[in-house]
């Protein structure tokens, strides 16, 4: 019913830039809270920024000043820049989305994720 399609991962040397976006497609009725995640090698997903329909956003302390997570309602869509990449950064790159979705005469809340995008950081 609902779909995320991320891009804009890559190969970056350290103290690159790369920006992801990660758009938003189906029965959707609402997104409330929309984030990135990201999964490194050998390591648990963690948490990298979410951001609320309303626009408060919130950052794991790791990339504070680095990344900037924003969105645009309209399009249903996510975006993440990704500044002063560091090889730590490396990982592969999740989007989140906490929808809600119009099933006949329901409203349901279905979390989605994207199928993740793959950033690179070389030293």
């Known amino acids: 019913q609902v779909q995320l399609v991320e891009s804009g991962g890559g190969l970056v040397q350290a103290g690159g830039s790369l920006r992801l976006s990660c758009a938003a497609s189906?029965?959707?009725?609402?997104?409330?809270?929309m984030g990135w995640y990201r999964q490194a090698p050998g390591k648990q997903r963690e948490l990298v920024a979410t951001?609320?329909?309303?626009?408060?956003?919130n950052y794991a302390d790791s990339i504070k000043g680095r990344f900037t997570i924003s969105r645009d309602n309209a399009k249903n869509t996510v975006y993440l820049q990704m500044n002063s990449l560091k090889p730590e950064d490396t990982a592969v790159y999740y989007c989140?989305?906490?929808?809600?979705?119009?099933?006949?005469?329901?409203?349901?809340?279905?979390?989605?994720w994207g199928q993740g995008t793959l950033v690179t950081v070389s030293s």
């Open positions: 989140n989305a906490a929808t809600v979705v119009k099933v006949e005469r329901f409203y349901e809340s279905v979390e989605v």
């Open positions: 951001i609320t329909s309303a626009g408060s956003t």
């Open positions: 189906g029965t959707i009725f609402s997104i409330n809270v």
